[in-house]
């Protein structure tokens, strides 16, 4: 990071504002970043007699800021999980033989691999619908509510694919905590910001 800073970021931005005919000695900047404590200290990212530099957002206000965090992210893995589940789940059980569905849902679960993540997510993007990022940017712009539209991947939707593939003791309540058990990560980066 302090590499980029001094040898990408500063020379950019001398050379981008002595372009619109600043003079050397009046050019300023601030690169404003997250406060993770994988970035170097603000004194390593200063240059340009201290005109330059890079100052950190108060702690766990990130999240507050970044439009992806404002729905769009959720809604990428939500598509992305109920995708997961269609190609891991046995949908269709055959007739008049034993039924083997959970031993081929294990063994679909255990080839998913590297690939098949990167193509759902890939699709999970590709389905969001433009709405979804003009609210989050919305949000930070104007103050106004989100409106994620979950059409589709909502609990009830992940629920109807489980009984679909023969799992019928699935509840709402095991939906939501699949669904927010990444949220346990979230909040460790976060509070990392402080």
């Known amino acids: ?12 931005v001398i050379h981008f504002q002595t372009k619109l005919q600043i003079a050397t000695d009046n050019v300023k900047a601030i690169l ?9 200290s ?8 201290d005109r330059i530099k890079a100052i950190f957002m108060p702690p766990n206000t990130s999240s507050l800021v970044k439009p992806m965090d404002q729905g769009v992210i959720e809604h990428c893995k939500r598509y992305y999980r109920n ?10 059980e055959e007739v008049g033989k034993e039924d083997t ?12 691999n590297i690939r098949n993540a990167v193509y759902n997510w890939a699709e999970a993007w590709n389905n969001l619908q433009s709405i979804t990022l003009s609210n989050a940017w919305n ?6 509510e989100v409106e994620v539209d979950f ?3 909502g609990p009830q939707d992940f629920i109807d694919t ?25 909040i460790c980066m976060t509070t990392a910001d402080s």
């Open 83 to 92: 995708k997961q589940l269609e190609e891991c789940l046995v949908m269709e």
């Open 42 to 49: 603000t004194d390593e990212l200063e240059a340009h007699c």
């Open 32 to 40: 404003l970043l997250d406060n993770t404590p994988a970035h170097p």
């Open 1 to 12: 990071m302090s590499e980029w800073f001094h040898n990408h970021f500063v020379p950019d």
């Open 162 to 186: 489980a009984h679909r593939s023969g799992e019928v003791d699935v509840t709402e309540e095991n939906v939501v905590e699949w669904l927010e058990s990444d949220m346990h990560d979230y």
């Open 101 to 112: 569905r959970r031993a081929k849902l294990l063994v679909n679960f255990k080839s998913y």
């Open 151 to 153: 059409t589709g991947l």
């Open 139 to 144: 949000k930070l712009l104007k103050g106004t």
